[in-house]
């Protein structure tokens, strides 16, 4: 049966307007006043609120085995959080081990997700190089609807590429029309300040931002693109946290390279002072890489979000809960390494976004959903609220308040980063494929019923970019025989 939403005002990243939206199948079909609907259509209640895209979360590790321990938070109970606070699909990682086939590890992540309440994707990460590693990627871009492929330059003696992967693996996403998603710091800068601060006898979470400084952030990120636009490949950053690096995105991006970047609501709205907090549990759970920095890049990072020199935001949603944190009591280098966020991602970003003037309603559209669409090649199907997109919604009620925390969270984690902050504005209502899931404080949703997002590759935008290549072609000189 289809489901109309009544009385609203329809936000998209590129226009608002009054209008209702008729949704069946679980696909929008239409977007006006006066809208001619089936008797018996349930109705859903939106006047003084703003009908919009769902939240798409382009960074989650849901169930991630990790540092030793396993992400408390797993996709059904992450889901579930993540539509409670709007967001009605996730990008979540596949990360084989070093010497696991990509295959292998896709096969087993794509189990773990059937528990899924709301749709999802999957990036892989390319943690190592071979032949075999190549043709895995091939099949999953062209069998597999993956089109983006993880680097992590940290987490040295782990899953840690080194500049030989990064060069033939976006060298293969350039053949294959994916994108190559990097995270950009130098793990052996990060393992040699670990290994020092050890020495010097600083063994608590305060060492770990120390350890990981901007610069270090900043030199990965002048790597991972430069390494992108010698061989004229996109590359898309996770998680910027400092003005290092988003001054090398802007940069670029003013030379006319194809470069992304994600902001963590985490690392817009908390500084470095977290670790210095008294309580040893309360600094390790906000242990997570990059760090939270010092207040000027989070200033910085608003301004990259802004002027669109950033375009995505995400949560890194990575749970680990005290008793996992307690790993690293004696050596700060072996807390599990992730903060959680996907139920608060929209409300905070809202609240210090729009509410203090820094977005527009349709820049928070942009940055929390179509934006990632795009980069991801999903749109118009998601992160739109037009004809044929898939009913995906979050109906806001910009008076609503609440005050977030760890008590109230959905959240399968012990501590909130953004604990007791007021917030107004609120997803009041969400709809995914088609039916009303989040209404009035209930959550109401089968296990399994998300689905698996197909992401196909983008021979169009390659082909530019393959066009770009050409004009600099080199040439052999030609020269007469002696
Ligand atoms: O601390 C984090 N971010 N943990 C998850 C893994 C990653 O680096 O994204
Ligand atoms: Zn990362
Ligand atoms: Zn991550």
Known sequence: MGLLVKGGTVVNHDHTNRADVYCDNGKIISVGTDLDVPPGTEEVEAHGCYVMPGGIDPHTHMQLPFMGTVASEDFYTGTSAALVGGTTMIIDFVIPSPQQSLMEAYETWRGWAEKSVADYSFHVAVTWWDESVSADMGTLVKDHGVNSFKHFMAYKNAIMCADDVLVNSFSRCMELGAIPTVHAENGELVFHLQQKLLKQGITGPEAHPLSRPPMVEGEAANRAIRIAGTLGAPVYLVHVSTKDASDAITYARANGQQVYGEVLAGHLLIDDSVYQNKDWATAAAHVMSPPFRPPEHREALWKSLQSGNLQTTATDHCCFCAEQKAAGKDDFTKIPNGTA???????????????????????????????????????????????????????????????????????????????????????????????LVWSDGKLNVTKGRGRYINRPSYPPVYEILQKRQALNAPKAVERTAQ
Do not use: C
């Open 341 to 435: 966020g996907v139920e608060d991602r929209l409300t905070v970003l809202w609240d210090q976004g729009v509410n203090t003037g820094r977005l527009s309603m349709n820049d928070f559209v942009a940055v929390t959903s179509t934006n990632t669409a795009k980069i991801f090649n999903m749109y118009p199907r998601k992160g739109s609220i037009s004809p044929g997109a898939d009913a995906d919604i979050v109906i806001w009620d910009p008076k609503a308040t609440k005050t977030i925390s760890a008590k109230t969270h959905l959240q399968n984690i012990d501590f909130n980063i953004f604990e007791g902050m007021n917030v107004t504005g609120l997803p009041v209502k969400t709809i995914s494929q088609g039916e």
